[in-house]
């Protein structure tokens, strides 16, 4: 599981955030302590400054080390009692003065070695959520709230089915699609007109990827391309393109709404090319059917996306649409 590097340091910084609120707590709780009952501050100075004393003993090899030792360890002992003593006697809660780490994992590094810990990873799956929450277009999509009452379900001959039971097909499609993802899953092109629920269900498999612990980032086309023109004005840094290219989905929303220029066209071969060779999974959406991909961006852009992409068609009540979906496959099947 891989995070983007804005969901990693935003996780990196919450965790240094508790350490630091927890260090702040402690020292905050040992003042108070302390004016309450003065003796702790010398308990304290006497138990540093005895564990100092063991620490010489052991290095000294000479005198009788082992009743120094001794002697030493039972003054610790009976100041450690007296602590606790006043401590209850003080009626303090219990963890008052606990100065153990944030997490016994890691000691709030957020790392076991060089696998991530949990409490970390915690953090990174609640600001991946976060950060969707904010993208997405509602915040509410799931796909029990997707209705299927809107699509027509006459029987189109065309077709040979109803938009209906297309669209249940679809559904059934994206929820297994959601469920089962894994890095390196297929890409999809979600073809069809405005208001069909593209958009919707493209926002579903956002949600649940990122559930299932996934890097996800989700943009209308308009933004993802004034993003890059931004880095190519340099208005912003390359390094704000990352996650773009990192994440294990890249969900881009309403392509062919944006101002389609060269330089739009060259980003979007650059974004699918990358992405198809670097095998990570990107779902597109569009209101452009074949010809009209082909006709704005180019052949290149086109057989890329109509080759590698598996194509979704979105339905309503577009019969136009449909003959030209029925002709399209004829085609395929001939090729
Ligand atoms: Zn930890």
């Known amino acids: 599981m891989a995070y983007t590097s804005t969901v990693l ?104 070695g060089s696998r991530m810990c ?43 089915t109803s938009a209906r039971t297309l669209m249940q097909k679809n559904l059934n499609y994206c929820k297994k699609y959601a469920a089962e993802f894994q890095p390196g899953a297929r890409s999809l092109l979600f073809s069809g007109a405005t ?12 949600r649940q990827v990122a559930e299932g612990g996934h890097s996800v980032v989700y943009a209308t086309a308009g933004k993802l391309f004034s993003d890059y023109e931004a880095v190519k004005f340099e208005r912003a840094e390359p390094e704000s393109l990352r996650d773009y290219r990192d994440c294990e989905l890249l969900i881009i929303d309403d392509l062919g709404t944006e101002m389609t220029t060269q330089f739009v066209t060259a980003a979007l071969y650059e974004i699918v090319n990358s992405r198809l060779l670097d095998r990570k999974a990107t779902v597109i959406s569009t209101n452009l059917n074949e010809q009209d991909l082909e006709a704005r961006y180019g052949g290149q852009i086109a057989s890329r996306l109509l080759g590698s992409y598996r194509v979704v068609y979105f339905l309503g009540d577009d019969i136009r649409r449909l003959r030209k979906i029925r002709q399209y496959e004829e085609r395929s099947v001939r090729i």
Not at 9 to 37: G, M, Q, S, V, W
Not at 120 to 149: D, I, M, N
């Open 118 to 160: 949990e409490c970390l990873r915690e953090l990174c799956r609640q600001e991946q959520k976060r950060e969707l929450a904010a993208l997405l277009p509602t915040g509410k999509e799931r796909f029990e709230s997707f209705s299927l009452e809107v699509y027509p379900d006459r029987f189109y001959p065309e077709l040979g």
């Open 9 to 112: 340091n935003r996780a990196r910084a919450r965790l240094r955030e508790d350490k630091e609120r927890k260090r702040a707590e402690y020292e905050d709780h040992l003042a108070r302590a302390y004016t309450l009952r003065p003796r702790l501050r010398e308990i304290d100075q006497a138990l540093r400054g005895s564990s100092a004393q063991v620490a010489a003993l052991l290095f000294r090899h000479e005198g009788d080390t082992a009743m120094e030792l001794a002697k030493l360890r039972a003054e610790n002992e009976a100041l450690q009692n007296e602590r606790q003593w006043i401590l209850d006697e003080a009626e303090l809660p219990d963890g008052y003065l606990d100065d153990s780490p944030v997490c016994g994992l890691c000691g709030g590094t957020g790392y076991v």
């Open 195 to 206: 208001g069909l629920g593209k958009t919707f269900l493209s926002a579903c498999i956002a």
